[in-house]
């Protein structure tokens, strides 16, 4: 096409009629003179088509990158008309943006968004001036590079932003007044690129672009414009200053998403500047394998479980870059371990990507510089394509970098019709990589039903073929073998030490008429919880505990039970504790106050009654019936003379009779 008067013109000029700047980068053909291409040779007036040159603005005197390129233009013309590019700005090793990453990037691709950003600022105070009406101020007040005056290698010289400004009050125009409640939606953090969480957890960083401090803000936010949700934030936050607002947790399954924030009522008011009051993000959820930690005691072995994926196979690792998997399947069993251990799991997966046929028409092509371009974003294993041959034979199928090194290649005997080629191909992330073919291809082709680009979100993107996006060379319905995008997922199995239950007590045996009560004390490392059993009905949670037996004598197993935190290592033990009886009569004491006790040498509870007689055979206490409880029994006479008594115990198997001594103190 002729750029200079054809179709490239007219478009141009009906943007730039419309207030709309356009700025191109003059290209990297130089130091040759004329090396700046269509379409940035048009020239309608000083500033229509915008040419930028690349400087290098690290070193003393910004000079001009060696391979920015050249004017003049080739549409002809005298004086400013003829010369190119328009201005200059630093392209040398700038710092930018690089898939997911930064890099130092080189090239007037990268000075020619300086320009744009200074457009965009001098366009904040001054909205109502045209994109030509501020590229011309850029042009006319340039800091003069190179020959003096304006050439064709730095063009008018590296722009001056506050100059500009400067100019343009000068020509008569006045700032706008910044707005007073203006709340911007500058950036949305938690669900960028890939989100390796069902729950992501998004927050909108809100900007105060007015004049008065921002005191509150509502934010209405939505997942692929479906239902709105609300939240308000409130807070005290400077002119220029940001805050991030957390949402709530968005739960989602695997997929790809639009997350869209939207900024009302700044201060409670109808916001000034609605341009940048919304934002939106893409957000892909790519499927991966979750797997919740475990926690063992030391010596146990544990079977670790994946969420089962919807396509692909689990692997298990027990290295996060080891390449041989220890097993494969939803479930790992682990050996016994004596040390924490972190296992990891990743999906395998099979896709088939690209044109899927011939579909659409086309014909064979039997040259060798067609091929196929591609980006990848995550390791991947180009297994095998699908071809169709018009001539049998070997040939070579080549993987090639962007720069058109050959990374890989086979060659294979391919027969006449539909196949498939097995390739093999191990593929790293990055760009521009080229599939193509060495010798005559005689392979079909495809002109028509071509929709670039094929992608696999995260994985890979077939963006076009060198022949533009109308047609798709030789390589169908490629399959792909490739690990999740989210990599490993790391299972960790925490090993807790082994606990071993210690326990001392005293006194060693338990006597019924001497002794209150035993001290029971554990002597655990690592013990949490605790479970006592005295044997004797009763219980007890602490560590340290006294207990009282007032039963019989007898032997009573006792038990405890314990743990660490989380009762991961359990332990116990048992022992048999004795008590016993030390009375030497049946009465004690006696002679006695009132006060008696009578040991009636039981081991277990029985039936008794009790009579009891004065000296002289009256009945003072008629066949009182009890279960007894304990085999001391006390009896009270304290409010008896003094003198003597009988008591008569008859038990199931036996009768006791005793007599008691009743002294005043």
Request: glycine share 8%; with cysteine.
């Amino acid at each position: 096409v002729n750029e200079c008067a054809g179709v490239y013109k007219t478009t141009f000029d009906a943007v730039e009629a419309v207030g709309i700047a356009i700025v191109f980068s003059a290209g990297n053909g130089g130091p040759t003179p004329l090396s700046i291409t269509k379409p940035k040779n048009i020239n309608t007036d000083l500033v229509n088509v915008f040419c930028v040159a690349n400087v290098d603005g690290n070193q003393v005197g910004v000079p001009i990158a060696n391979l920015s390129s050249r004017g003049p233009s080739t549409c002809g013309g005298t004086g400013s008309l003829n010369i190119k590019p328009e201005v200059a700005a630093p392209g040398t090793d700038v710092r930018s943006c690089y898939k997911g990453d930064y890099s130092q990037l080189s090239g007037t691709s990268m000075a020619a968004p300086h320009v744009c950003g200074a457009i965009a600022l001098l366009k904040e105070p001054f909205p109502y001036l045209t994109g030509s009406e501020i590229k011309l101020a850029l042009y006319n007040t340039c800091f003069d590079l190179g020959s003096p005056g304006e050439d064709n290698t730095y063009g008018m010289g590296i722009i001056d932003l506050p100059a500009a400004y400067n100019y343009l009050i000068g020509q008569g125009n006045t700032p706008v007044i910044p707005p007073v409640n203006d709340a911007a939606a500058i950036n949305v953090l938690g669900v960028n690129s890939f989100v390796c969480d069902t729950t992501p957890q998004p927050s909108v960083v809100i900007e105060n672009r007015g004049t008065n401090p921002l005191t509150s803000s509502t934010i209405r936010y939505s997942i692929d414009q479906g239902d709105t949700m609300t939240v308000t934030w409130i807070g005290s936050l400077a002119p220029m200053d940001t805050v991030h607002v957390p949402l709530p947790d968005l739960i989602l399954p695997h997929g790809t998403y639009e997350f869209a924030a939207h900024l009302v009522l700044p201060n409670g008011v109808a916001d000034e500047r609605t341009f940048n009051d919304k934002i939106r993000r893409a957000m892909v959820i790519p499927e991966f394998t979750n797997v919740a930690s475990k926690n063992i005691c030391a010596s146990e072995s544990t079977t670790l479980t994946a969420t089962a994926p919807t396509s692909g196979a689990v692997s298990w690792f027990d290295q996060p870059d080891s390449s041989i998997a220890i097993a494969q399947g939803l479930t790992y069993s682990t050996p016994a371990l004596n040390t924490t251990t972190i296992y990891y799991s990743d999906i395998r997966d099979t896709m088939f990507i690209g044109k899927p046929d011939t579909a659409g028409g086309g014909n064979y092509q039997t040259s060798t510089t067609r091929y196929l371009i591609f980006d990848c974003f995550n390791p991947f294993t180009l297994v095998s394509v699908k071809v169709y041959c018009s001539v049998a034979g070997p040939k070579t199928v080549e993987l090639r970098d962007s720069q058109g090194n050959i990374l890989d290649l086979v060659t294979v005997s391919i027969p006449v019709g539909e196949s498939r080629v097995t390739l093999n191909f191990e593929v790293v992330p990055g760009l521009d990589y080229r599939l193509g073919i060495s010798g005559s291809a005689n392979l079909f082709r495809n002109n028509n039903l071509v929709f670039f680009p094929y992608t696999i979100p995260g994985v890979l993107s077939i963006k076009t073929s060198d022949q533009g996006p109308k047609f798709y060379y030789y390589y169908y319905d490629w399959e792909i073998a490739y690990w999740g995008p989210c990599g490993r997922i790391a299972a960790p199995v925490y090993v807790n030490s082994a606990i071993s239950a210690n326990v001392v007590y005293t006194p060693a045996e338990y006597d019924l008429v001497t002794d209150q009560e035993v001290s029971f004390q554990d002597n655990t490392v690592g013990a949490v919880s605790w479970l006592w059993d005295f044997g004797d009905g009763v219980s007890s949670t602490e560590q340290n505990v006294t207990h009282s037996y007032a039963n019989f004598p007898r032997t009573y197993n006792v038990e405890l039970f314990v743990a660490d935190s989380g009762s991961i290592c359990k332990d116990s033990i048992s022992f048999v504790y004795e008590v016993i009886s030390s009375a030497e009569d049946v009465v004690f004491p006696n002679p006695s106050s009132g006060n008696f006790t009578l040991d009636l040498k039981l081991i277990q509870t029985d039936g008794l009654t009790v009579t009891l007689y004065d000296i002289t055979g009256k009945i003072l206490l008629d066949g009182w019936f009890y279960q007894a409880s304990s085999t001391l029994l006390s009896v009270d006479l304290s409010s008896l003379a003094d003198g003597s008594y009988i008591i008569v115990v008859e038990l199931s198997d036996r009768k006791i009779t005793e007599r008691l001594v009743k002294v005043s103190d």
